[in-house]
């Protein structure tokens, strides 16, 4: 859950957190069913934005196309952000699950553009 926790909190306070990675986010930042629920979500899709001057420098999402766990929230979370016109950088793995094939792309690219010179 550390992913989906790390989206939500990241968005919902910009003030608070410059840098925002989640990798491989589980369902329930916004509303969307999976095979064992019904997530009613902690935000409305129109709320899953970003604005103001608080904005964090980078937000980064990524998501395997062979996530078992996850399914595409990941890449539902991207296309909400798209539409809601908020900055973020996505990250598509292919072939990559619910483990290290997705967090160590996530991390190498975060971390690149936390520390970049």
């Not at 766990?69 to 619910?98: A, C, K, M």
């Amino acid at each position: 859950m550390g992913g989906r926790e790390s989206l939500y909190i990241g968005v919902s306070r910009p003030d608070l957190f410059g840098y925002i990675g989640a990798a491989c986010p589980a369902p329930g930042v916004t509303p969307g069913v999976d095979m064992f629920m019904n997530h009613p979500g902690s935000m409305t899709e129109s709320e899953f934005r970003i604005s103001g001057p608080d904005y964090p420098y980078v937000l980064m999402i990524a998501g395997g196309t062979n996530d078992a766990v996850v399914g595409t929230f990941p890449e539902q979370y991207h296309n909400i952000l798209t539409t809601n016109q908020t900055d973020h950088i996505w990250l598509s793995i292919p072939g990559g699950g619910h483990d290290g094939s997705c967090v160590v792309p996530l991390m190498y690219n975060f971390i690149k553009s936390v520390f970049k010179a």
